[in-house]
């Protein structure tokens, strides 16, 4: 895994990661409620969020904003709200976000089975293959060049005062 050196509003959240991977991709959680469709996208980021969690809300409104962006780009994205037990409840975490992207119920086990820990954690699948894993938030560019690539050239850490 590499840290990435952030600026920003960016460099008060913990260290940020990116890794470039080449799994098979597990089976999908639960989906709950459908969204505009982006089954014809030939990527798909697996969107991992958590009640309360702060950060989740700031990636998902950057992948809000950006959606355009991702739609050029082929990216489709999905969310899965995990810690929580069914679709009305991942409907309340997802708050404003709840439409934008497909929705569903990620548990414990699924969760484990993509590698997730942490939240926000975003999986990048290509082909059906998980190519790239970003941890925390991160500029949206630098999760694209991992999402086309499916590696990133990230710089070194920069240290902390």
């Avoid at 050196?5 to 080449?22: F, I, K, R």
């Avoid at 999908?28 to 969107?47: G, K, L, N």
């Avoid at 992207?101 to 089975?113: C, E, K, N, Q, Y």
Wanted: glycine share 10%; hydrophobic share 40%.
């Amino acid at each position: 895994m590499v840290g990435v050196g952030l600026t920003g509003d960016l460099a008060a959240e913990p260290e940020h990661l990116l890794q470039a991977t080449n799994a098979p991709a597990p089976t999908s959680p639960a989906a709950c409620f459908d969204a505009p469709s982006d089954a014809e996208r030939p990527i798909t980021w697996m969107v991992f969020t958590a009640p309360g969690c702060a950060p989740c809300h700031r990636w998902l409104k950057a992948l809000d904003e950006g959606g355009a962006e991702l739609a050029r780009r082929g990216v489709g994205v999905r969310h899965y709200v995990t810690g929580v037990d069914t679709c009305l409840d991942a409907a309340r975490v997802a708050g404003r976000y709840r439409g934008r992207f497909p929705l569903g119920v990620s548990d414990a086990r699924s969760s484990a089975r993509w590698g997730v820990h942490s939240t926000p954690t975003t999986v990048i699948v290509r082909d059906g293959r998980a190519v790239g894993v970003v941890v925390g938030v991160v500029p949206l560019s630098r999760a694209l060049s991992l999402s086309e690539r499916g590696v990133t050239r990230a710089p070194p850490p920069r240290p902390r005062p």
